[in-house]
């Protein structure tokens, strides 16, 4: 598994967080609280690279939702937010991590993304259901509530297949450069690697959130 042990003793333990103003007062620091991976941004204010298979991705899901909800409720400003579904962990084919990733991208189109990636952390983490085959994971869109023809039809189209070969392209490529090493990982637009060891583990979604803002307003 990738190094997301940090991130791990970070998130486990935490009690609930009182809401809080987002404050931009903080003082981040360049190396101890995010790296510079290029120096081109994006139009993805957020980007979050993440596996229905990691376990340190299922923990930090409610503290991840909680960060997003805080920004969305505090800052005028819209922010974009974007899940990458990664497709290079061991221990399941690849093959089958990329059709994953299709049912993701699918879910997003329809709506209902947050509520599709809840449901797989549910079954993969809570009811220990295998996902290793093309077949095992339609299984599961149907008891979602995928229809036959968005199974059969809409995760083979060529719109489908292109996004998610984009996603991996993009995946593999940062993996070989050694900009991300683990997932769960952060990126905001896509100039920023957050480092999720520097994050204050006793008010994490709110440092999370507070962390967001600052670097996307640092440009």
């Known amino acids: 598994m990738f190094k997301s042990k940090l991130l791990l003793s970070a998130v486990i333990g935490l009690s609930s967080l009182l809401a809080v103003n987002v404050s931009h007062a903080a003082d981040y620091e360049e190396g101890k609280h995010y790296s510079v991976i290029s120096d081109k941004a994006t139009n993805v204010d957020i980007k979050e690279y993440f596996s229905a298979y990691c376990p340190h ?73 295998r996902l290793v085959t093309p077949e095992d994971i339609q299984v599961v869109m149907t008891e979602f509530g995928f229809t036959e023809d968005q199974i059969n039809n809409e995760m083979v189209s060529t719109r489908i297949m292109d996004k998610t070969s984009a996603f991996v392209k993009e995946q593999e490529s940062l993996v070989r450069e050694g900009k991300i090493k683990g997932v769960p990982s952060f990126v905001v637009k896509g100039k920023y690697l957050i480092n999720l060891s520097g994050i204050d583990s006793s008010k994490f979604s709110e440092d999370l959130a507070n962390l967001i803002v600052y670097l996307k307003e640092k440009g």
């Open 57 to 129: 991705c299922e923990k930090a899901e409610p503290y991840v939702v909680s960060a997003r909800k805080r920004i969305r409720s505090t800052e005028k400003k819209e922010y974009s937010f974007e899940r990458s579904h990664v497709s290079f962990l061991g221990g399941v084919p690849k093959s089958s991590q990329k059709f994953l990733t299709s049912s993701i991208i699918l879910s997003d189109e329809l709506g209902k993304q947050d509520e599709y990636v809840e449901f797989l952390f549910h079954k993969i983490h809570k009811e220990n259901i």
